[in-house]
C-alpha cells in the first residue's frame, strides 16, 4: 500500500520531467556557464583560462563603445516600442470594423510576423538605397539613409517596429474583440463622442493586453541582431552597434567570451529590473 501511495505522489512529477530536462539543457545550464565565463579571462575556444572576478565587467564600464552600445540600445527599444505599439493598435482599431474586404486588410497587417527579419532587411536595404532605392525615388532625394550616423538607427528601429506590428495587431484585436459593445451603446446614449469612448472605454478596457504587449515588445527589442546584421554591422561607426550585436561580435569577432559572457549578464540584469518595475506599475495603470 506505501508503495502505491508514493507511486501515486510521485506519479504527476513525472510528467514534468522531460520540460525540466530541456529547461535545464537549453537554459539553465547556457544561464549559468554564461556567468562562470564572465568572470574569466577566455581562450579563442571560449574556455576560461584566467579568473579575473569582476574584471570582465569594471572593463565594460570604463569602455565608451560598450556605454555607447547601451545609450544607443535605450534609443533603439524606444523607438521600436512605441512606433510598434501604435502601429498595432491604429491597425487594430480599424479592423475592428464590419466592412467588405476587412480579411484582406486584416491579414495585409499581420503578414509582417510571418517574414522573417534577415529577408525583411535585405528588402529595405534595397529600398533605402542611394540611387535605385523607391524611398529617395519618392522624396526626390539622394540621401544614403543606412550609411548615414543621423539616420541609420531610425531606419533599424524603424524596421525592427514594421516587424514588430503584425503580433501587435493580433494581440490588440484580440483585446477589442473582448469589450462589450454595450458600453459603447451605453456611452453614445449618453452623448459621449468618439475621442471619450476611446480615452474612457477602449483604452482601459486594453489596458491588461497592452502592459502584456509592452512587456513582450521590449524584450524583442533588445534582443533585435538579424536587421542589424545585413542592414548595417554595427555602423556606420558605431551608431546602431546595440548590445545584442556588441556580443555578437566580442565573441564571434574579437574572441573575447568573457566580455561577451558579461554583457550578456548586463543585458539580462537590464531587461530583468525593467520587467520587475514594470510589474510594479501594473497595479497601477492596468484595469481588469
Known amino acids: 500500500m506505501k508503495l502505491k501511495n508514493v507511486s501515486r505522489y510521485l506519479s504527476p512529477y513525472a510528467y514534468i520531467v522531460p520540460a525540466m530536462a530541456v529547461f535545464v539543457i537549453f537554459l539553465f545550464f547556457p544561464f549559468i556557464k554564461t556567468i562562470y565565463l564572465s568572470?574569466?579571462?577566455?581562450?579563442k575556444m571560449g574556455q576560461a583560462k584566467l579568473f579575473v572576478g569582476g574584471g570582465n565587467?569594471?572593463?565594460?564600464?570604463?569602455s565608451t563603445s560598450f556605454v555607447n552600445s547601451l545609450f544607443v540600445t535605450a534609443i533603439f527599444v524606444l523607438i521600436v516600442v512605441s512606433?510598434?505599439?501604435l502601429l498595432g493598435l491604429i491597425t487594430a482599431i480599424l479592423c475592428n470594423q464590419s466592412f467588405p474586404g476587412i480579411r484582406i486588410f486584416s491579414t495585409a497587417y499581420a503578414l509582417p510576423m510571418a517574414i522573417?527579419?534577415?529577408?525583411a532587411a535585405m528588402i529595405f536595404k534595397i529600398m533605402l538605397h542611394p540611387t535605385i532605392g523607391i524611398v529617395n525615388k519618392l522624396l526626390g532625394l539622394h540621401t544614403n539613409w543606412i550609411s548615414d550616423p543621423r539616420y541609420a538607427l531610425v531606419c533599424v528601429?524603424?524596421?525592427s517596429a514594421w516587424l514588430n506590428s503584425g503580433i501587435n495587431f493580433l494581440y490588440f484585436s484580440a483585446g477589442l474583440s473582448n469589450i462589450d459593445n454595450t458600453l459603447y451603446e451605453r456611452a453614445s446614449v449618453d452623448g459621449a463622442n468618439s475621442v471619450q469612448k476611446f480615452f474612457r472605454l477602449t483604452l482601459?478596457?486594453?489596458s491588461p493586453i497592452m502592459f502584456y504587449t509592452l512587456v513582450v515588445n521590449i524584450i524583442q527589442a533588445f534582443q533585435a541582431f538579424g536587421q542589424v546584421k545585413v542592414l548595417t554591422m554595427g555602423g556606420p561607426g558605431e551608431s546602431t552597434n546595440l548590445i545584442v550585436?556588441?556580443?555578437y561580435r566580442d565573441a564571434?569577432?574579437?574572441?573575447?567570451?568573457?566580455?561577451?559572457?558579461?554583457q550578456s549578464v548586463i543585458l539580462f540584469m537590464v531587461i530583468m529590473i525593467l520587467t520587475l518595475c514594470m510589474f510594479h506599475l501594473e497595479k497601477k495603470g492596468v484595469h481588469y
Open 39 to 43: 568572470l574569466f579571462k577566455t581562450n
Open 57 to 62: 565587467y569594471s572593463d565594460l564600464f570604463s
Open 83 to 85: 512606433v510598434s505599439m
Open 116 to 119: 522573417a527579419s534577415s529577408s
Open 157 to 159: 528601429a524603424l524596421l
Open 204 to 206: 482601459p478596457g486594453l
Open 245 to 247: 550585436y556588441s556580443i
Open 252 to 262: 564571434f569577432f574579437n574572441y573575447r567570451f568573457g566580455s561577451a559572457a558579461a
